[in-house]
């Protein structure tokens, strides 16, 4: 079975600077997703960046970014001149063998 | 984005007694549906996965007669808490995806309260 682990379980990051959100996972499979979601209070999970394991380039939104490592399973999630509305739960999910698995999150401080 | 519609947002009930909570994909068809159940800032933990017509296939140590799933058509999928407890009490959220699509539409989660 996928698992999914985040090492980090708070991190926190001044306003403007840059954070890194560590996620690694195991599976046997070649072909999956892998995706990184945002939980703020409200308890909406939003999706902020996806990353298809055949592609070799990262992915990238404004300011989040990824560092996919097929061969080391990794997938770390950079967010650059980070805002007081990042701050929420990040959770790493992989999507494989039609199932979703999540990893256990981690709680994103923002400084003013 | 598609929108995932999660019924109720909270519900409180009496020990014993069942809930239904409701799972709709308002603009495109949901041909799998996830239940997951959250714990006080914990992960989701994938409890069932749910193909249109289909039987459920549920996660080791997930009760299926306890937790009924139902994914009668492409745009609802239903879970019922059967005879609940106290220990029951939790987050419950659902997300949705059609066809090949990778990406999965989260419902905005049910809080379940068991007095």
């Known amino acids: 079975a996928q698992t999914v682990t985040q090492s980090q379980p708070e991190m926190s990051v001044q306003e403007a600077e840059t954070v890194t959100l560590s996620c690694t996972y195991d599976t046997s499979e070649s072909d999956y997703y892998l995706f990184w979601y945002k939980q703020p209070p409200s308890r909406q999970m939003i999706l902020v960046i996806r990353?298809?394991?055949?592609?070799?380039q990262n992915a990238t939104e404004n300011r989040f970014s990824v560092n996919f490592q097929k061969a080391a399973k990794s997938f770390s999630l950079k967010i650059s001149d980070s805002q007081l509305g990042d701050a929420a739960m990040y959770f790493c999910a992989y999507f494989g063998n039609e199932k979703l698995t999540f990893g256990t999150g981690t709680r994103l401080t923002i400084i003013p | 984005g598609a929108v995932v519609s999660q019924h109720p947002s909270r519900v409180i009930c009496k020990s014993g007694t069942s809930v239904k909570i409701e799972c709709r994909s308002l603009?495109?068809?949901?041909?799998?549906m996830f239940w997951y159940r959250q714990f006080p800032k914990k992960s989701l933990m994938l409890m069932a996965t749910?193909?249109?017509?289909?039987?459920?296939?549920?996660e080791q140590g997930v009760e299926k007669d306890k937790f009924l799933i139902n994914h009668a058509s492409l745009t609802l999928s239903t879970l019922t808490v059967t005879s609940a407890h106290p220990e029951d009490s939790s987050f419950y959220i659902c997300?949705?995806?059609?066809?090949?699509?990778?990406?999965?539409?989260f419902g905005q989660g049910t809080r379940l309260t068991v007095v």
């Open positions: 990353q298809e394991a055949y592609k070799q």
């Open positions: 997300s949705a995806k059609g066809g090949k699509d990778t990406e999965a539409f």
């Open positions: 603009d495109f068809q949901a041909t799998t």
């Open positions: 749910s193909n249109e017509g289909s039987k459920a296939t549920y």
